[in-house]
């Protein structure tokens, strides 16, 4: 029942950088962990990072130090600061959302967002 709309994909230079942003709307309540995952072509779909409800942070190795996910609950947003893109962070970028009601996990994706690092 959650909808996540994902903005801020495009093509970016090696070494620039972008934002992204992911607002979820409908059933928003209980919303605990919020992440943003990419896949590549041929590839598996990969957590990049995500942020608890208390605010803590997790990495893709890949990626520390480069990029910083963020949400702001009043909003119902989280975002990803994305800066000194590399070629290799080409991707779909998916919003994930999960929320713990009564006990069960429910997990919603948005639609994705290209990612294109590129000369």
């Known amino acids: 029942q959650v909808q996540l709309v994902e903005s801020g994909g495009g093509l970016v230079q090696p070494g620039g950088s972008l934002r992204l942003s992911c607002t979820a709307s409908?059933?928003?309540?209980?919303?605990?962990?919020m992440a943003w995952y990419r896949q590549a072509p041929g590839n598996e779909r990969e957590m990049v990072a995500s942020?608890?409800?208390?605010?803590?942070?997790t990495y893709a190795d890949s990626v520390k130090g480069r990029f910083t996910i963020s949400r702001d609950n009043a909003k119902n947003t989280v975002y990803l600061q994305m800066n000194s893109l590399k070629p290799e962070d080409t991707a779909v970028y998916y919003c994930?959302?999960?929320?713990?009601?009564?006990?069960?996990?429910?997990?919603?994706w948005g639609q994705g967002t290209q990612v294109t690092v590129s000369s």
């Open positions: 994930y959302v999960r929320r713990i009601w009564f006990g069960r996990p429910y997990d919603s």
């Open positions: 409908g059933s928003i309540f209980s919303i605990n962990t």
């Open positions: 942020v608890a409800t208390g605010g803590g942070t």
